[in-house]
């Protein structure tokens, strides 16, 4: 089992940036898969963006070419760089790890929201 903790989530205008972190407490180096989801009001919680093990990733079409993941497998930890930000990435954030036998493990979110 593996916790998972979210932070950098926070009031931001359209066109800022933000940087979430994603910390697990513990190693995540035989993760088959780490991503970010998220759900915006009203909504399920869709994909944003994953990496794999081997470093492949994969990336919703509204954020592709201003949000990047990636994965520090030495400190354990996951980030997701967000940039020219639009109000309808706002949202709730959650870091997500799938392990060997594709069992899935969740953050308790982080609140993102992009307004003037």
């Known amino acids: 089992q593996v916790q998972l903790v979210e932070s950098g989530g926070g009031l931001v205008q359209p066109g800022g940036s933000l940087r979430l972190s994603c910390a697990a407490s513990?190693?995540?180096?035989?993760?088959?898969?780490m991503g970010w989801y998220r759900r915006t009001l009203g909504k399920r919680r869709d994909l944003v963006a994953v990496i794999t093990s081997g470093g492949s990733t994969t990336y919703a079409d509204s954020v592709k070419g201003r949000f990047t993941i990636s994965r520090d497998n030495a400190n354990n930890t996951v980030l997701l760089q967000m940039n020219s930000l639009r109000p309808a990435d706002t949202g709730v954030y959650y870091c997500?790890?799938?392990?060997?036998?594709?069992?899935?493990?969740w953050g308790q979110g982080t609140q993102v929201t992009v307004s003037s």
């Open positions: 997500s790890a799938r392990d060997s036998d594709y069992h899935d493990y």
């Open positions: 513990r190693s995540i180096f035989s993760m088959y898969a």
